[in-house]
């Protein structure tokens, strides 16, 4: 259903006109509708916005569960994995996008954050300062020797 892809009249594959507009020689924009500079503004804000956010909220709760131990160490690690990601992933966007296009790159990112959902969800319970952690196993350690 082709007509269903050109919302708006949105074509990318306009690459022979001689009128100066821009576009897309890639297999995909046959069947892809072109990205509206509302949807590309809008993705480029959330972004801008997030990833700060996200980070400093990130690096609060890793420094509250590494507790007393080397902070540099792990903090320097969890700043460096996130670095590497920075490298590396506009790279494997960059090809994912020339090589099958936008639904698959959006695809992909949604799929990664939404695995990052489901593996902070399964270990939501482990994400516990420890300070309280420690306080935990005294308590119960001190209810054991009362019986």
């Known amino acids: 259903n082709m007509g269903a892809f050109n919302y708006y009249g949105m074509r990318n ?3 022979d006109d001689d009128t ?4 897309c020689a890639l297999k995909w924009c046959e069947y892809t509708p072109a990205l509206t500079l509302f949807q ?10 997030s990833y ?3 980070m400093a909220i990130c690096q609060g709760m890793f420094s509250k569960v590494i507790g007393p131990r080397p902070q540099g160490l792990w903090m320097g690690l969890l700043t460096a994995v996130g670095s590497l990601a920075r490298i590396v992933s506009p790279i494997f966007v960059s090809e994912i ?12 990112c949604a799929g990664s954050i939404g695995l990052a959902m489901v593996v902070t969800l399964a270990t939501y319970g482990r994400l516990v300062p420890l300070e309280t952690r420690m306080a935990r196993q005294e308590g119960s350690k001190k209810e054991s020797v009362k019986l």
């Open 13 to 15: 594959n306009n690459c």
């Open 20 to 23: 100066g507009h821009g576009g």
């Open 40 to 49: 590309f503004y809008l993705g480029y804000g959330i972004s801008a916005v």
């Open 52 to 54: 700060p956010f996200c």
């Open 97 to 108: 996008y020339k090589e099958f296009g936008t639904y698959w790159t959006f695809g992909l």
